[in-house]
């Protein structure tokens, strides 16, 4: 078996680039420190991308064993969160292509412990609120998967997973404009799924001639793509315009709620899988 990770590094106190140093210089302490810290976040990308547990938990080992077999070769021309990512989506288009005859699948909270809701869902401290906390990420995960593949991955990997759009763009291989187009028709599209849960009116298309499309340049603002004098007049306008105002507040919301989504715990048996495959490959070097 491998060397065990030290405290230090499980702990998190090394960053992702120190780890990736010694991990090419053949410290299997800090390769497996990089691979337990981004485990949970591979799986996650598996079960919004691939809407499965088994799907997600084959794209995260995948990407992990493809990641411990290159790390010598990786030049770090992007950063591990790039390269890591890179490697997840194109495990998750072969699982897509490998499935595209076979019927869709619907993900329901009512599910046994296969469903994707459930990894989704931040338990509550009461029933109530258990209920309300299962409710949203049901509605959420529906509104992430009834995205097209290229409006998901957009969307989960800047909204979910955080990184910024030029890392997007970089391991979507396509422009920063790009990226941002499809974001903003992202957002608007969940949260337009997302509204009636929220208490919000469905509505999300400006009112004719009378308002502005203020979800889209609320999303480009969150996104610093508007000038400051658009800015003051998108402000003035929701001062005065409710539906404006609750739309963008809507929208706002929307965005939090996929910032917060809680990493689900990585099941034992992958972990332990992925440990097993990782000391097997150490061990052969």
Known sequence: MGAEIPGSHAAGSASDDELLALARQGDTAALEALLVRYQPHLYRFG????????????VAQ????????SVRDFRGDSSVSSWLYTIARRFCIKKRHRSKFAPAREESLDAPETDVGQHLADPGPNPEQTAANQELAAALTQAIHALDPAHR????????????????AAILGISVDAVKSRLHRARVAIREQLAPVLG?????????ALCPDVLTLFSQHVEGEIDPGTCAKMEAHL????HCRDACDSLKRTLAICRQLPTPDVPASLAASVQSAIHAFLNQR
């Not at 991308?49 to 088994?54: A, F, I, K, S, Y």
């Not at 995948?62 to 077999?69: Q, Y």
């Open 47 to 58: 079960l919004t991308m691939c809407g499965n547990v088994e799907d997600a938990g084959d």
């Open 62 to 69: 995948e990407s992990l064993i493809s990641m411990a077999r």
């Open 153 to 168: 991955e957009v969307l989960v990997l800047r909204d979910v997973e955080g990184l910024p759009a030029p890392e997007v």
């Open 200 to 208: 919000h009116p469905v509505i999300s298309s400006p009112r004719g």
């Open 239 to 242: 001062a005065e315009c409710p």
